[in-house]
Structures are given as C-alpha cells and as structure tokens.
C-alpha cells in the first residue's frame, strides 16, 4: 500500500512537473518566492488591523506569528525525520522531469504549501462571518504550493501534506486564540 501511494506520488509529480512548458517557466519561479508575497502578508496584517478591536488585533497577530513558527519548526523536524529525497534527487528521476530551481534538503512536506496554507486558513476563519470573500485568498494558497510541483522540488503529496499540516495548524491556533481571550495564555489582555 505505502509503495502504491509512492508509486502514484510519482506518476502524478512526472505527469504534472513535464507539463509545464518553457513561456511559463519565468512566472512560476517568480510566483514561488516568497519575498515576491510580502505585500500580499502586509494587506492581510492591514485587513486584520481594520477588521479587528486593538486587543482581538495585536492577539491575532501574536498568535499568527506562533502558528507560523510552529509550523516551520513542525516542518523542519518532520524533513529530517522522514528523510524523503526531492524529486530532482533521485538518479532515476533525472530524465523525466523539469527541475527548473534544484535545492537541497528533503521533500516531504512543503513548508510553502504548509505556511501558506496555515496563513490563508486562520486569516479565513478570522475574518470568515465580517469578510466572507476572504476565502479568494486560497488561490494565492493553491498558486504557490503548485509552484513547487511544477519547479521539480517537491511531489503533489508533499504538497496536499503541507496544506492539511498548515490548515490543522491554523485551526488549533485559531482555537486557543479564541479560548485565550479569557485566559493566562492573552499577553495582550
């Protein structure tokens, strides 16, 4: 069954990676990086700020900040521990697929799809009942985990792994953001 799946995460990273074609290649490595997205980090910090009482606010930003570096710390563990090589690695993969920005390190799972995923979904459920188009931001979500597929440095399920991790993440964030209102865990009471 494990190897099934493997075998499947493959296929479908082959299939996806080699259709991409070269007057798409400048877009997607530009769409990856995650310095092109801080004005994008700035508006959602501007739309919680006017969303939000001063309090709720700077409790929202403390609590996202923890979300995230859970998150990468969650993310560097697991690479570490599951050990799982990137696509472009693999010796029998080199001919089949497009690796357009080889990096080191492991694969499983993204830290692009699982912060992104982490930050889109606790902005959405932040905001969901004041702003309920909030939820287009998951576009930006999906754009930039597929990035990674289609450069060649991870496979699809490191990716839908990433964007379960980071939205669980940012359901239990949210949730003792809620239940800290009352609590000793609000510095910002």
Not at 5 to 14: A, G, K, N, P, Q
Not at 36 to 49: C, D, G, N, R, S
Not at 92 to 100: E, G, H, Q, S, T
Request: include cysteine; proline fraction near 4%.
């Amino acid at each position: 069954m494990y190897q099934q799946l493997i075998d499947w995460d493959r296929d479908l990273f082959v299939f996806l990676n080699s259709a991409g074609n070269t007057s798409w290649d400048a877009f997607f490595l530009t769409i990856t990086l995650s310095s092109l997205w801080i004005p994008l980090f700035i508006y959602f910090i501007w739309l919680a700020f006017i969303s939000l009482e001063r309090n709720r606010f700077y409790n929202t930003i403390w609590t996202a900040f923890l979300m995230i570096l859970t998150v990468a710390l969650v993310g560097f563990f697991v690479k570490y521990t599951v050990a799982r090589p990137r696509p472009h690695q693999l010796l029998d993969m080199a001919y089949d697929i497009r690796a357009l920005k080889p990096i080191s390190g492991y694969s499983f799972f993204s830290g692009h799809a699982a912060s992104s995923f982490a930050i889109v979904a606790f902005l959405c459920l932040l905001l969901r009942k004041t702003k309920p188009w909030v939820y287009v931001f998951y576009i930006w979500a999906l754009l930039y985990s597929y990035s990674r597929i289609y450069i060649g440095v991870h496979y699809p399920l490191d990716s839908i792994a990433g964007a379960l991790i980071g939205s669980g993440f940012a359901y239990l964030f949210y949730s003792w953001q809620m239940i800290s209102k009352k609590s000793f865990f609000n510095p910002f009471k």
